[in-house]
């Protein structure tokens, strides 16, 4: 397995956003708002969890990964599957992954963690100085 260093747990914000919508201070269409696109990666490559959509509580949400980096090019703010994630780990010195839970049937859509992940070392460079 990889280490996931730097974790940024979004749980507090989500919880704010969901028990605003329980006492009414926000309607749901305020966070049920998935983008077409986030909508579609998440039923394409999305990856299913057993938990349920604190909004609608019909279906289970979709965890949607997607990774961020200077080193990543053209692959930065893609979708990528957890098992990409174990391949690009060994690959790239550091990126950044974020997790968005979506849920299918309400549109509610929310970041559920981010982290670092890479080998840490600096990357090879082609005999150039600095
Ligand atoms: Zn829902």
New binding site residues.
Partial sequence: MWSQRAVVDYGLAKRAAIQSIRSGHMESRDV?DAHPYLLRAARTLGEPTDYG?P?????NVTHVTYVYGDELGRSAGRVKASSDLVEMAREYEEFRVYVVEV?Q????NHLAVSFLLGTGDPPARGGLPG
């Fill in positions: 049920c959509c909004i609608c509580e019909r279906q849920c049937g309400c549109g509610w």
